[in-house]
């Protein structure tokens, strides 16, 4: 395999150039059914080449106008604890440009705080969306287990929109009851147009900082099978969709960054082929949102042969 990723096989623009910065996260130390998410940020940028440049949604080819760069991968370092290796990470990623859109493409979901710390140091306000609460303080030993991530985003300061969970152990019940900083949309719930609405209109009157974090298993198995840890119902595409028009419908939003976590590459590529086209669905509002389609055409596109 070559060392170099890509994504829609576009060269990689200098870090401190990009308008859109990929970080392949490849992490898998906690995963607790099934194995794969070291395998998936390769699997998502590989099937890229499979998608077209148009975004038919929001109606242009973005990267004729903005400049991508895949970073190379975040590695797992076995010699580091888990403490010193989601420290290193933040680190890594603090120093990295920020007039940009950042993208974490794990890997798996424990890395999402050190993502935030990075990108959000003050307090804002996460769009969380999974299948499980994720709240647990610690799991199987580790206070940096895929099932912690809300709680070590509580101890940041941060306020949490939860939506499509299904999952919820006893004490993330109790706490999310307590905690005045989350509001919670179970996915049942969500089937009602009422709630529905009322979770869109929440994620469109966000101000201030934002960061949204997405685990693959927020979407319904028969759309994306190629999960850790899938549960039953869930999100179908047009409803991601839907919220991702809704969240960048607002001109003025300050998103920090995005994560994209919690995959396994499966055999039949369609788990692959729906977060690679989800990451070109959130490249695309987000460069529109911010104007980029009146920019000149000098982005990555531009800069390879393509038919």
């Given at each position: 395999?070559?060392?170099t ?15 859109i910065?990929i ?40 990267f ?11 590695a ?17 990623v ?16 424990s890395?999402?705080?050190s ?7 003050e307090?804002?306000?996460?769009v ?11 799991y ?13 985003l ?7 929109i939860m939506?499509?969970?299904r ?10 009851e307590?905690?005045?900083r989350i509001?919670l ?7 009602g ?17 934002i ?13 994306v099978?190629g ?9 179908l ?14 001109k ?24 690679a086209k ?6 695309s509002?987000w ?13 990555s596109?531009?800069?390879m042969?393509?038919?």
């Amino acid at each position: 395999m070559p060392d170099t990723l890509q994504f829609l096989e576009m060269p990689n623009a200098p870090a401190d150039k990009a308008d859109i910065l990929i970080l392949p996260i490849p992490l898998e130390r906690t995963v607790s059914f099934k194995p794969g998410t070291a395998d998936a940020p390769r699997a998502i940028l590989d099937t890229s080449v499979q998608l077209e440049f148009y975004e038919e949604d929001a109606g242009w080819s973005p990267f004729k106008h903005m400049l991508l760069s895949v970073l190379p991968e975040f590695a797992d370092d076995s010699a580091l604890t888990d403490t010193k290796l989601h420290k290193t990470l933040s680190e890594l990623v603090a120093r990295l440009p920020s007039d940009n859109l950042f993208i974490g493409l794990g890997g798996e979901h424990s890395v999402t705080p050190s993502l935030v710390q990075a990108r959000m140091p003050e307090p804002g306000t996460v769009v969380f969306l999974d299948a499980h609460a994720d709240m647990r303080s610690s799991y199987e030993g580790s206070r940096f287990n895929h099932a912690c991530p809300v709680n070590r985003l509580l101890d940041q300061g941060h306020k949490i929109i939860m939506g499509g969970i299904r999952s919820l152990f006893e004490s993330e019940v109790d706490r999310i009851e307590k905690e005045s900083r989350i509001n919670l949309f179970l996915d049942w719930d969500l089937r009602g147009k009422e709630q529905w609405e009322a979770f869109l209109q929440m994620v469109n009157s966000l101000d201030g900082p934002i960061y949204l974090s997405i685990d693959m298993d927020v979407f319904n198995p028969g759309i994306v099978p190629g999960v850790g840890t899938p549960q039953p119902g869930g999100f179908l595409w047009y409803q991601m969709i839907e919220l991702l028009e809704s969240l960048f419908s607002r001109k003025t939003i300050d998103l920090r960054g995005v994560d994209i976590v919690e995959l396994v590459p499966e055999p039949s590529r369609v788990s692959e082929m729906t977060a690679a086209k989800l990451l070109l669905k959130i490249i695309s509002f987000w460069g529109y949102a911010n104007g980029f389609n009146q920019e000149p055409q000098a982005g990555s596109q531009t800069l390879m042969e393509y038919e």
